[in-house]
Structures are given as C-alpha cells and as structure tokens.
C-alpha cells in the first residue's frame, strides 16, 4: 500500500474508532469463527458479491470456481472484478465494479483478495455495509475485519466459503 494511502487508511480507522461505529455494539460478536455462527450466515445468505472474480478464462482458479459452485448451489452471484476492465458479464452476470454500484442490498461479499489489498476495499464495503463479509482461505486481515465489525458487519476470515457450504450440505 502507498504511505499516502496507508496515512489516510490509519485516518479512516481513527476516525471510525471515535465515531458512533464503536457505540454500544460488542462488535466481537460480529468476528464469525465458530460451526454455528457460519453455519446460520450461510442459510441466511442469497445475495453474494464476489470481489476479485476472476473470468472463465481462469477457471482453473479459486477465484472463479468457488463463485461458479455458488452459483449452480443456487446463490445469486454479483461479480465485482478487479482486473478485466473490458469484461462486462461473468457466470452471466452483469459485472460491477464497486459495491456501492450494485443495487439493493447483499447478504455477503465473498473477497478473493489478497490481505494487504482488502485496505483499498474498506471504504467501499462502508459505504455499502453488507450483512457479513467473508475473507477466503488464506485471507486474513484484523485490521480491517475490527473495522468491519465495530461498524455491523458480520465478519468470517481465512475459511473457503465453498468447503463450508458443502459441509452444511452433508450434514
């Protein structure tokens, strides 16, 4: 991340910390860690926007799989890529390219990002404040995921959406 950028991340943190975001809400209880918890986001998830899709052309990577299996599960998949700039359809969908551009409200952004990267996202997932937002395996950023959850927004990091949907499925 650029210093100036960092500055003005550290600046956004401060500023949330002093605001109305830190209130009264235990916002622990929006970190999402156990069985139960993903379990119940899970079955009350339809919309998903999937930040950092990747196109059919690498289909071969998480990134696209993952997303194309919750697609054919029967979640509503929103892709918001980050590269691609002449692609305007992925999985038959229309692309977006920041969250606040999608219409209506989304049950869960599923990010394929890496953890550094999500700092450039904050802002957009604010402003959009989904219900929950899920860091894929590998993806793990406490910064941001404190952020998120002093603001309201359920947060589940470094777990694969897709191994823990068919968990759901096989129980």
């Given at each position: 991340?650029k210093?100036?950028?960092q500055?003005?991340?550290?600046?956004?943190?401060?500023?949330?910390?002093?605001?109305?975001?830190?209130?009264?809400?235990?916002?622990?209880?929006?970190?999402?860690?156990?069985?139960?918890?993903?379990?119940?986001?899970?079955?009350?998830?339809?919309?998903?926007?999937?930040?950092g899709?990747?196109?059919?052309?690498?289909?071969?990577?998480?990134?696209?799989y993952?997303?194309?299996?919750?697609?054919?599960?029967g979640?509503?998949?929103?892709?918001?890529?980050?590269?691609?700039?002449?692609?305007?359809?992925?999985?038959?969908?229309?692309?977006?390219?920041?969250?606040?551009?999608?219409?209506?409200?989304?049950?869960l952004?599923?990010?394929?990002?890496?953890?550094?990267?999500?700092?450039?996202?904050?802002?957009?997932?604010?402003?959009k404040?989904p219900?929950?937002?899920?860091?894929?395996?590998?993806?793990?950023?406490d910064?941001?995921?404190?952020?998120?959850?002093k603001?309201?927004?359920?947060?589940?990091?470094?777990?694969?959406?897709?191994?823990?949907?068919?968990?759901?499925?096989?129980?």
């Amino acid at each position: 991340m650029k210093s100036g950028h960092q500055s003005e991340f550290h600046r956004l943190i401060d500023y949330l910390a002093s605001s109305c975001y830190t209130g009264v809400m235990d916002w622990e209880r929006n970190i999402i860690a156990g069985a139960e918890q993903i379990r119940d986001l899970i079955l009350g998830t339809k919309r998903i926007a999937v930040l950092g899709i990747k196109t059919e052309a690498q289909g071969d990577q998480p990134a696209f799989y993952v997303p194309d299996y919750l697609a054919r599960a029967g979640f509503e998949i929103i892709p918001v890529p980050v590269y691609y700039p002449q692609v305007i359809e992925i999985l038959g969908k229309h692309v977006y390219r920041r969250l606040i551009d999608i219409p209506d409200e989304i049950d869960l952004v599923d990010v394929f990002r890496r953890s550094h990267d999500i700092n450039s996202h904050v802002e957009d997932l604010l402003a959009k404040k989904p219900k929950a937002v899920w860091f894929q395996s590998g993806i793990r950023n406490d910064q941001v995921a404190e952020l998120l959850a002093k603001a309201g927004i359920k947060v589940v990091q470094d777990r694969c959406l897709m191994v823990e949907h068919r968990r759901l499925a096989r129980s």
